[in-house]
């Protein structure tokens, strides 16, 4: 365990169905982020948060809603979703700004839209 | 121009032999600089921070970073199987909201018995 902790792991999901992903860290940090992976691609950054406050929104379509509770919960409302969102996608977690340190990543999970 | 730049490979080395994977980066306030490790299905883990110019080893990985030359590289020694795995360069510098991670696409990596 890392600290970060994602579920579910793994999600098959059909395009109309609404779906939530979890991530809770332990590590006391208090900036998180989702990421994107697909194959053959850099990770690419989707949101981020700092002290509960969204900093960063990367052109993300609306039908991925992030929300973040408090510093160690994160969700990742899923909506309508296309066959091209099918991806592994992870959450992280950092101490900001002082930190020099890497990001925490969680398990991921793996998204199937069909 | 990308962020963080790796050859993809797939880079192949026989066991027992030094891996040695590259980076470069673009921006020069670049501060911190990472490499995570990537087994297939899995989520990245950081295995070596650096975060001033020369050599940082740690068992068996050593990263060495050149500011001057925006170049960032790891060498695995006595490469074993279980090192088969994708490498990932991260860079961190300051940006419009705060520090900010730019990852290198990775280097595949599969050491041969």
């Known amino acids: 365990e890392t600290g970060v902790t994602q579920t579910p792991r793994h999600l098959v999901m059909g395009m109309t169905n609404k779906k939530s992903l979890k991530c809770e860290q332990h590590?006391?940090?208090?900036?998180m982020y989702w990421y994107k992976q697909s194959a053959k691609k850099p990770l690419e950054l989707m949101f981020v948060?700092?002290?509960?406050?969204?900093?960063e929104n990367n052109s993300v379509p609306s039908r991925f809603s992030p929300e973040c509770p408090n510093s160690s919960h994160l969700f990742l409302h899923l909506h309508t979703l296309q066959p091209e969102d099918s991806a592994l996608y992870l959450c992280?977690?950092?101490?900001?700004?002082?930190?020099?340190?890497?990001?925490?990543f969680g398990s991921g999970t793996r998204l199937t839209v069909v | 121009q990308k962020e963080v730049e790796q050859n993809s490979g797939p880079l192949s080395v026989p066991e027992g032999a030094i891996a040695s994977l590259n980076c470069t980066y673009s921006?020069?306030?670049?501060?911190?600089f990472f490499w995570y490790r990537q087994y297939s299905g899995k989520s990245p883990e950081l295995i070596m921070s650096?975060?001033?110019?020369g050599d940082k080893e740690d068992g068996r990985f050593t990263a060495q970073l050149n500011k001057a030359s925006q170049y960032v590289s790891l060498l695995i020694r006595d490469s074993q199987p279980s090192d088969s795995a994708t490498y990932l360069c991260?860079?961190?510098?300051?940006?419009?909201?705060?520090?900010?991670?730019?990852f290198g696409t990775g280097t595949s990596l599969t050491v041969i018995p």
């Open positions: 921006d020069r306030g670049s501060q911190s």
């Open positions: 590590l006391g940090h208090n900036a």
């Open positions: 991260a860079v961190k510098r300051p940006g419009n909201t705060g520090n900010q991670f730019y």
């Open positions: 948060y700092s002290l509960e406050e969204r900093v």
């Open positions: 992280a977690s950092s101490q900001e700004p002082q930190g020099r340190g890497g990001y925490t």
């Open positions: 650096i975060y001033s110019n």
